[in-house]
């Protein structure tokens, strides 16, 4: 019953007789010798002697102009060559234009335009390019719009320069920033194509454009009509150094900060009822503890916690009695260097309706509130509380109707109401010094102490922001969180361990900041009553100034006269009164929310929804967020199907890159080399090899060494393909390819390999893993095609009758392979891909890779019971090389013995004679000469080599399974190597193998 399924399988590998050499061997071997002068050497290339000019036209070696290596010039020159003629230009829109069934939509975050392309922007172009290219392949229509974020403080900061906004107008710093952005727009727009970035350059978007203004400006409208945007005067992050308000995405913590902490009293006036009740605490002092002493003249309060303990003590030393938490006073003690009496114990809620003297401020007096936000960790567990001046404190402040004062102007100085002592004096500096002296005049000092703690800083011009409260435009991002969290939800994170910090980001910002004061911008477009300052805004305005920003782009605000800008009938449907008590607000919208809004701008109008967003894990707390925010707040969708989160790139030692350390990898310079020679020219595909090989998911590393190995592995991958090149030469497979099952059975395994290896390649990309396409790819190379296949097939290639059936065969299956693994590395390496594809056969010459497709594997290469039969050869093949350690093969004969059964019958199929120089057995063994036989002889050869084996065959997914074992015996061969093919195949030196004899007959 086996052995009839046996043969079942083996027929649907195609015909059993056919094989052993194929044509070839139908012929009748001549018997007369080509006769060999002595001493003549092989056939083989690279050998001297005159046998080798005898027989070297009859040998087909490879032959192919594809050049083994190509480095410096050349290689840039070629890559930029194959750029023109493969159309890299025009390939984004050809595939518009076609035919598809599916779109694919990566949507391209926005590189700031401020600077030159960097090695961050490479890793980031490059990952979406290798998706891009891969989609394209498979035969999507690929939706990639690039654009840049043109517009913000860091541009105005850099295209003003020195000069500052001095005395110029919104409208000349306008025009410096705009021309400065162009510049970094091009430069980078540049960089992007050389790296081979799949894209129509000619239609990019840029949040500049009127057409992306008016677009945003309709989200903001929309948000606006649902009440998500209000106008509030609340404290918010203020950059003294740029004199705007700032958001969260725009700060940096430095850790190292160093604050001047005091400890500080507040005298009680008014007690709390149970503190009176008991005697001897007349004169309590609440000592408090803050970093930021210059804002005690603005405290309205002292916060305490209900349900915690609270102890008045007495100082040994000064016979003070301090109020503070209980659990405090220990640490406190050594602080102060004396020991701290407890006099008596409150629970927080017991000190409610107490009242203290402010320490500063005579006549001036404070309550004692309970909040939540008080903790034990630090200070004394009651809390100065300045509500101008914290963001808890102002909500502090809000549920108690405390008065809202600030004393800071925009340049962090402090205002007339400070007092004139302080007034005019810069908060984080000479002000704090100030404030401190204040209070030890007043004895309110009780101590200063030096705190290290993460403070925040503003991200451009790196100096410390202060808390202040201004007038600005908020979103209400607490009323979108639930909404955005449960979008969320239906997204995929790639990893998905940064859903968890996007959550965590979600939950931590309760509004968001957009107004700025500054001129590069998209303007908020309200307009403010002249008396009462009550902002004018609604669809109306809105929807008449977005459509002005198509028309003639941003600059109108301020070229306009109000009469344009807010026209009479405008006026009319928002029943406002005339246009003279109107003038238009200064500031402009915040670039997270230009950016956020590109979702609306540049996506399909039909569902303005990507399939992924690309991008580094800095965006996790901005464009992520800020388009997730916006679109859930005008559709209540999220802008993406998936998120796919990058880490940065870092030098070779782990280092962030910095011009100080000097450790700056430029892009151009991997590509071009340096000008002095000291770094050579890699080029474009070895930067993107880099970023496919790299673990994008953590830090990746950029120096000499990835690149030089980089550049090593496509060296090796070029050589590879450089040989199926040579021995495709003259090779049309439209007409000459062999049907799969007339192939030999080692070439049909290879196309069954062929086919996992083009599944598994496929699964890697559609996983954004091309570091696993990478590793496929290589063991594919190393341990299927050049140590196994190549070195069995290079006879039958070189030394058969060019159009003999095992050479096509053999050239099929090259061909199939040199097409899988091409297009399998063109996502990542798109120049070397088309440059084989220009030397492959097969296509017409107009032809290029990537308009014509994935791989194009055939599921009847799938052969899962061809597989056992090469691989239960494989075993025995193993077995008889280690047999032989460090020997050539082909000088050995080898007796396999195996009992009837499932595994004779598999080698059967590869040998058909019991005894055989030239079937597929013998090629696949290497040996001169293979005996199939069922048992050893008795009478082997005295020095023979004996060694035994088991090999499981697994047919038919398990149902047939059998342990078979074998036997083999390897002798010294007693054949002559033949002069051409160098095998031990030939009666004598001086004389042609059967096979050769044959070869050299018909030529002749
Ligand atoms: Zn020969």
New binding site residues.
């Given amino acids: 019953m086996q052995n009839s399924e046996v043969y079942q399988t083996l027929a649907r590998w195609g015909l059993r007789s056919q094989r052993g050499g194929g044509l070839l061997l139908s012929r009748p071997v001549s018997s007369r010798c080509h006769g060999v002068s002595p001493g003549e050497g092989s056939a083989q290339p690279g050998e001297a002697g005159s046998a080798q000019t005898l027989y070297r036209d009859t040998v087909l070696l490879p032959r192919t102009e594809f050049p083994m290596k190509l480095t410096g010039q050349k290689l840039l020159d070629r890559e930029l060559q194959i750029q023109q003629e493969c159309g890299f230009a025009e390939l984004y829109s050809w595939q518009r234009e076609r035919k598809a069934k599916k779109e694919f939509c990566l949507h391209d975050g926005p590189p700031y335009a401020n600077g030159d392309p960097h090695v961050g922007h490479a890793l980031n172009k490059i990952l979406k390019d290798i998706r891009n290219r891969f989609e394209m392949l498979r035969g999507r229509q690929i939706h990639y719009i690039p654009g840049w974020d043109c517009h913000g403080l860091p541009i105005e900061l850099k295209a003003l320069g020195e000069l500052g906004t001095s005395g110029l107008s919104p409208l000349q710093i306008r025009q410096k920033a705009r021309e400065f952005a162009e510049g970094a727009i091009a430069r980078q727009k540049a960089a992007f194509q050389r790296w081979g970035v799949m894209a129509n350059w000619e239609q990019c978007y840029y949040t500049f454009n009127g057409a992306y203004e008016a677009a945003q400006l309709k989200v903001f409208q929309e948000m606006h009509s649902k009440g998500l945007v209000y106008q509030e005067y609340k404290p918010v992050f203020w950059s003294p150094s740029s004199r705007t308000a700032l958001a969260e995405a725009e700060l940096e913590y430095n850790p190292e900060h160093v604050s001047r902490a005091v400890y500080t009293t507040f005298p009680l006036a008014k007690l709390p009822p149970k503190m009176a009740s008991e005697q001897g605490l007349e004169n309590v002092l609440v000592l408090v503890w803050t970093t930021q002493p210059w804002t005690i003249p603005a405290n309205q309060a002292v916060c305490y916690m209900p349900n915690a303990q609270y102890s008045v003590v007495k100082r040994a030393d000064t016979s003070q009695l301090l109020l503070l938490a209980t659990e405090r006073t220990a640490s406190l003690a050594p602080l102060l260097g004396t020991e701290l009496q407890t006099v008596g114990t409150f629970i927080g809620s017991q000190l409610e309706g107490a009242i203290c003297k402010h320490p500063l401020i005579p006549d001036k007096h404070v309550p004692l509130v309970p909040a939540n936000h008080v903790t034990m960790g630090k200070g004394t567990g009651l809390v100065h509380t300045a509500p101008a001046h914290g963001m808890d404190d102002y909500s502090v402040a809000s549920q108690f109707k405390l008065p809202v004062e600030c004393m800071v102007d925009e340049d962090g100085r402090f205002t007339e109401l400070a007092g004139p002592e302080l007034q005019n004096l810069s908060v984080i500096t000479e002000g704090t010094d100030a404030v401190i002296s204040m209070l030890k005049e007043s004895s309110a000092l009780v101590l200063e102490e030096q705190c290290v703690h993460s403070y925040p800083y503003d991200w451009r011009t790196k100096q410390p922001v202060v808390i202040r409260p201004s007038k600005q435009w908020f979103i209400n991002t607490a009323s979108l969180k639930d909404k955005a969290k449960e979008a969320l939800h239906k997204v995929r994170v790639l990893p998905e361990s940064a859903r968890g910090s996007l959550l965590a980001m979600l939950d931590r910002r309760t509004y968001w900041c957009i107004s700025r004061q500054r001129s590069w911008g998209v303007p908020i477009p309200v307009f403010y009553h002249k008396e009462t300052g009550e902002p004018l805004i609604n669809k109306y305005t809105v929807s008449h100034v977005a459509k002005l920003f198509k028309e003639k782009g941003s600059d109108c605000w301020w070229e306009l006269p109000i009469e344009d800008l807010l026209p009479p009938e405008v006026l009319n449907k928002s029943k406002a009164g005339p246009v003279s008590d109107y003038v238009r607000g200064d500031d402009v919208l915040d670039i997270w929310f230009d950016s956020g809004a590109s979702w609306a701008a540049v996506l399909e109008e039909s569902d303005p929804r990507a399939d992924v967003y690309v991008e580094g894990k800095d965006q996790l707390g901005g464009w992520f967020q800020s388009s997730l925010l916006t679109s859930v707040a005008v559709r209540n969708k999220a802008p993406y199907k998936s998120l796919v989160v990058h880490g940065f790139v870092v030098s070779e030692k782990g280092e962030k890159m910095s011009k100080s350390l000097g450790n700056v990898v430029d892009p151009d310079e991997v590509i071009n080399g340096k000008e002095d020679s000291s770094v050579s020219a890699y080029g474009a595909d070895v930067l993107r090899w880099w970023v496919a090989e790299s673990n994008v998911f953590t830090e990746v590393q950029i120096g000499p060494n990835a690149l030089n190995s980089a550049r090593d592995s496509i060296g090796k991958l070029r050589n590879t393909l450089r040989f199926l090149l040579g021995n495709l030469q003259g090779f049309d497979p439209r007409l000459q390819a062999v049907d799969p099952k007339q192939m030999y059975y080692i070439d049909q395994y290879m196309l069954h390999l062929l086919r996992e290896y083009s599944m598994k390649v496929t699964d890697a990309y559609s996983e954004f893993d091309a570091g696993r396409v990478i590793r496929i790819l290589q063991a594919f190379i190393t341990r299927d095609l050049s140590s196994f296949y190549f070195s069995i097939i290079k006879d039958r290639l070189y ?1 058969s009758p060019e159009d003999s059936l095992g050479r096509r065969s053999c050239q099929t299956a090259l061909e199939e392979i040199l097409d899988g693994v091409t297009r399998s590395v063109a996502p990542i390496l798109p120049h070397l891909a088309e440059e084989v594809y220009l030397h492959a056969p097969g296509h017409d010459k107009a032809e290029t890779l990537f308009k014509s497709g994935w791989i194009k594997s055939s599921s009847v290469w799938r052969r899962p019971g061809l597989e056992e039969a090469v691989e239960g050869a494989c075993a025995i093949r193993d077995c008889f090389l280690s047999s032989i350690p460090g020997k050539n093969a082909s000088q050995y004969d080898l007796t396999i013995a195996l009992e009837p059964g499932l595994l004779f019958e598999l080698m059967e199929s590869l040998q058909e004679e019991p005894t055989s120089t030239s079937s597929q057995l013998a090629e696949l063994m290497m040996a001169a000469r293979v005996n199939l036989t069922n048992k050893l002889p008795r009478d082997l050869h005295p020095e023979a080599l004996l060694s035994r084996g088991t090999f499981l065959i697994n047919l038919e997914g398990g149902v047939i399974r059998e342990d078979s074992p074998y036997s083999i015996a390897v002798t010294p061969t007693y054949a002559a190597r ?6 031990y ?2 009666e004598s030196t001086d004389c ?6 044959t ?1 050299v007959s018909r030529a002749g």
């Fill in positions: 030394c033949c002069p051409r093919c160098r095998r195949t030939s042609l193998c059967p096979r050769c004899q070869v």
